[in-house]
């Protein structure tokens, strides 16, 4: 039955290749497969050594960061980038893994979730954007979940991005770029094993069809189980990519994708507080600790996109880019999970939570790309205008369900589980229009960005009648400088602004007005790529204070209430380096401090209090080592260590997670066509709860966890 449902899947994806011959968006953001890592035997003295070579390991740029090749060292904001040299060599899987060992940015906040990569940067949420354009997310989960197998880089832009990007949150937001055609012929199969039957066949080919005409197919089959009882989940993903050189001013790239996810029995934690942070007089409730209903509980999700990234030349100075996608998403669920503890410690009440959401998405970017110089000036000038139309329906149902045994759970026969009815929760449609600039003045040394946007958007909403139709407009700027020394060293400064619309009306019947977020960064950067003796390092320290103001904040007793009287700061320190020695010995490094706080609610209990799941201290650093010579040349060992301080749960709640001290581990062995890994995440098991965000709504953090790996690199 799977073999026919993948079946189907590829031929709906080569249908939409090749009958769209089109593709997501941003040619200009990818790198050719010729930088990849790659291994060779070399004669070193008359020696044979074994040279893993990585040129991307420590980043250079971002274009994410900019939308133009504007280098990390002279933007003026915070910004990490993990490309796919680093993805490899640390073995990470999803987004929530591969910032583990990035400042600024916390993952997993919800233990080993198999959905969705959930992300926290700088104390809020941020939102997803696909090759440079806004994902097609939900109105309740800023992420789409598209496997990381299916992306080159992804590029964490820290603070507030609404300059180049419209609305989004202050935090700032994460940009995955997908893999690209080369002209060079390449690729990998790779197969993965481990914990808790995790089972992977995945592989890219790339090379040139014609003279002018490239492409690349990359696709994915991944079964696996979870930690929980009763769990299993399904994906496959396909994507399709070409690029078309048409004339020496002229590219065309094309890119699809498709992806099926399927995730049965599955929870997704609501464990209660009394068990798992607070002792229990039955006992400790284990990880694998399923409260739901193994064969009720589903989730079910598909989603694609196709698209074209258009590039012409000018001439060397001045180019016209132009990006458009249109993208579907469609997730559908069934799910009963704990509600509440009984007096004996240990009878579970549930509720039964049925949700579906469709999104349907066009976005699109047209921006000119000019440099020039006035005198000693020089300048570089980015202009564009981006226009989205995102339509969200949702449904959802509730309704109390059987109670169960914490300790002893009995599960239900899934036939003679109803199903509630389902009640409107979204019918809307987002039109938001964006014009903008920016222009990097260059003066000797020192380089000032200026940016200016003007946001239009109009929301109709329709779940329940009459339909309302909400219109803003928002004028928001960065303003930074950076001084770039001889020695590499860069200290920069900036301010910029964001908003965000907010749906819904006040209790005065009053519509809400997009919240505002300001933010103050100062900061310094050093660059040391081209470092003698074969050392290359990227490092970078900031300070920063964000305030939000609009905040939609309700109470509920002793009457409803919802005011945008809601005001949060945060203020923090971030330092992160990336170093490679010698193609040999590789570190990552970071040290996040984030002090956050509620300034302003209508719920006493959370002013003065931080916001939810941003610990106040996280440390994390991964040290790689591989042998170049003798009869164990090609062999690498690595460790890693992470810190997370406790985090409240849910503001207002009073309920923290565990503080957590976890080690990583990997061995890995390369040849020029081989590579075989062993990825341990937590490899002391450490047992502690990841986030509380009620009193039944508990969830552990990922476990020990043992990843194998076999790639045949071509």
Same mark, same amino acid.
């Not at 993948?6 to 010729?34: H, N, V, Y």
């Not at 048409?246 to 498709?258: K, Q, W």
């Given at each position: ?99 583990? /060992? ?13 959905? /969705? ?22 109105? %309740? ?269 009995? /599960? ?150 919802? %005011? ?29 401090? %984030? ?120």
């Amino acid at each position: 039955m799977r073999t026919h449902h993948l079946s189907k899947t590829l031929k709906r994806s080569l249908l939409l290749a090749t009958a769209a011959g089109i593709c997501l968006t941003g040619a200009a953001m990818a790198q050719e497969e010729t930088d990849a890592v790659k291994t060779t035997k070399e004669n070193v003295n008359g020696a044979t050594v074994v040279i893993v070579k990585s040129k991307r390991f420590v980043p250079a740029g971002a274009m994410s960061a900019n939308k133009t090749d504007i280098p990390l060292i002279k933007t003026p904001q915070s910004v990490s980038v993990i490309n796919r040299d680093q993805i490899d060599l640390l073995g990470f899987t999803d987004l929530q893994q591969a910032v583990r /060992y990035t400042a600024g940015a916390f993952g997993e906040n919800y233990g080993p979730d198999l959905r /969705y990569d959930f992300v926290t940067m700088r104390g809020f949420t941020p939102k997803q954007y696909i090759d440079g354009l806004a994902a097609p997310v939900t109105s %309740t989960i800023y992420s789409t979940g598209v496997d990381l197998y299916a992306f080159d880089s992804a590029s964490i832009i820290k603070g507030p991005a609404a300059t180049l990007y419209g609305n989004s949150p202050p935090g700032g937001l994460y940009n995955e770029t997908s893999r690209r055609a080369s002209s060079a012929f390449g690729g990998e199969i790779q197969a993965k094993l481990g914990s808790y039957d995790y089972k992977s066949l995945a592989g890219t080919v790339t090379g040139a069809l014609t003279s002018n005409l490239s492409a690349r197919l990359t696709g994915l089959y991944l079964d696996r189980g979870a930690e929980r009882n009763g769990v299993t989940a399904k994906r496959d993903l396909i994507a399709p990519t070409f690029t078309w050189k048409i004339t020496d001013a002229d590219t065309l790239t094309g890119l699809a994708y498709l992806q099926d996810d399927e995730v049965d029995g599955d929870t997704n934690g609501f464990l209660p507080e009394v068990g798992t942070l607070l002792s229990n007089p039955n006992g400790q409730v284990s990880e694998s600790t399923n409260l739901g209903e193994p064969d009720y509980n589903t989730y079910k999700r598909n989603q694609w996109a196709v698209g074209y990234d258009y590039k012409h030349r000018f001439s060397d100075s001045l180019s016209f880019e132009s990006n458009t996608k249109y993208s579907k998403y469609r997730e559908n669920s069934k799910v009963i999970y704990g509600a509440s503890l009984e007096s004996d410690n240990r009878t579970v009440d549930r509720y039964n939570f049925p949700y579906m959401e469709n999104v349907e998405s066009f976005a699109t970017d047209n921006r000119i790309d000019g440099t020039f110089t006035s005198g000693s000036v020089t300048h570089k000038v980015l202009a564009g205008v981006d226009y989205r139309d995102v339509k969200n329906f949702a449904q959802y149902g509730f309704s109390v369900a059987s109670s169960i045994d914490l300790y002893d759970p009995v /599960y239900s026969d899934a036939s003679t589980i109803s199903t509630p009815a389902w009640n409107p929760y979204t019918d809307q449609e987002l039109k938001q229009t964006g014009l903008y600039a920016q222009d990097q003045i260059g003066i000797d040394k020192l380089f000032i960005t200026l940016g200016g946007r003007y946001d239009e958007d109009k929301i109709v909403s329709k779940a329940y009648l009459p339909a309302t139709t909400t219109k803003d407009s928002k004028f928001t700027y960065r303003v930074g400088a950076n001084y770039l020394f001889d020695n590499g060293v860069a200290p920069y400064a900036s301010y910029s602004t964001s908003f965000e619309p907010v749906l819904g009306t006040g209790t005065d019947g009053v519509p809400f007005k997009p919240s505002e977020g300001e933010q103050s960064e100062l900061g310094v950067k050093y660059d040391g790529r081209k470092l003698d003796n074969g050392i290359k390092i990227f490092a970078t320290a900031a300070i920063y204070d964000i305030k939000q103001t609009n905040v939609v904040s309700t109470t509920y007793s002793p009457a409803y209430k919802s %005011t945008q009287v809601g005001e949060v700061e945060v203020k923090g320190f971030e330092t992160e380096f990336v170093a490679r020695i010698n193609e040999q010995f590789s570190i990552n490094g970071s040290y996040t401090y %984030t002090d956050s706080e509620v300034l302003a609610s209508n719920v006493s209990a959370e002013i003065g209090g931080p916001m939810a799941t941003t610990p106040k201290d996280k440390a994390s650093l991964f040290a790689d080592y591989t042998l170049k010579s003798g009869s164990l040349g090609g062999l690498g060992f690595g460790l890693g260590v992470r810190y997370n301080s406790k985090s409240l749960g849910s503001n207002g709640t009073g309920i923290w997670s565990d503080q957590s001290t976890l080690f990583d581990a990997a061995i890995h062995y390369d040849t020029p066509d081989w590579r075989i890994a062993l990825n341990g995440s937590n490899i002391t098991d450490v047992k502690y709860v990841a986030r509380c965000s009620g009193s039944v709504g508990c969830t552990y953090g990922a476990g020990q966890n043992w990843i194998a790996t076999l790639t045949r690199k071509f």
